[in-house]
């Protein structure tokens, strides 16, 4: 990212959590969700996603567990209302196109504004959506900033903790399946 927050990306990932735009602190301290407050890093280790709960310092070894990090906007600011829709607007096709480029399995969206701008639709409900994008299943979280406190931790981590289900299903059926197909090969 051209502000000083970079993606943490690699190809074929499980999940790429998107977040709405970097924060101050964050993109000053140049790591994912670094602010004081925010809740996301232990978010993802209580539902599954990381054995142990990652440092925001240590940001890039998520990679070691099928996850990427992005932000649908790359201006960083105090607070995501700060963002107008035109910037949501002017970020959706090369946003959707990194999707599509990094072919992640899901794509979750850290809240519902930049889902909401990006898809045109004004209501949409907390996880699974029915649409996909940049070829990817949409999942739809609370976003984990220190300033949501619409959702308490553990509300956090249970809505989180089903997207870290639906996934180890879809591998579990996916081996399944592969072993099927070799069985009847050979």
């Given at each position: 990212m051209s502000e000083g927050l970079e993606d943490i990306l690699a190809e074929q990932l499980a999940v790429i959590f998107c977040g709405i735009n970097p924060?101050?602190?964050?993109?000053?301290?140049?790591?994912?969700?670094?602010?004081?407050?925010?809740?996301?890093?232990?978010?993802l280790h209580l539902a599954?996603?990381?054995?142990?709960?990652?440092?925001?310092?240590?940001?890039?070894?998520?990679?070691?567990?099928?996850c990427g990090l992005t932000a649908v906007v790359e201006r960083p600011?105090?607070?995501a209302d700060q963002l107008s829709l035109h910037?949501?607007?002017?970020a959706a096709a090369d946003f959707e196109r990194k999707i599509e480029r990094y072919a992640p399995r899901y794509v979750a969206f850290l809240g519902k504004a930049a889902y909401c701008a990006l898809s045109g639709q004004r209501q949409i409900n907390w996880g699974r959506q029915s649409q996909t994008f940049g070829n990817a299943s949409v999942w739809v979280?609370?976003?984990?900033?220190?300033?949501?406190?619409?959702?308490?931790?553990?509300?956090?981590?249970d809505a989180y903790r089903q997207l870290h289900c639906a996934m180890s299903e879809s591998s579990q059926r996916m081996a399944t399946a592969?072993?099927?197909h070799s069985a009847e090969v050979g």
């Open positions: 924060g101050l602190t964050a993109a000053a301290q140049g790591h994912h969700f670094a602010g004081r407050g925010n809740r996301f890093w232990r978010t599954g996603f990381t054995p142990e709960e990652v440092r925001p310092e240590n940001d890039r070894t998520i990679l070691q567990y099928q600011t105090a607070r910037e949501f607007t002017a979280l609370p976003n984990p900033s220190g300033r949501n406190r619409a959702f308490t931790q553990d509300q956090l981590v592969q072993n099927l």
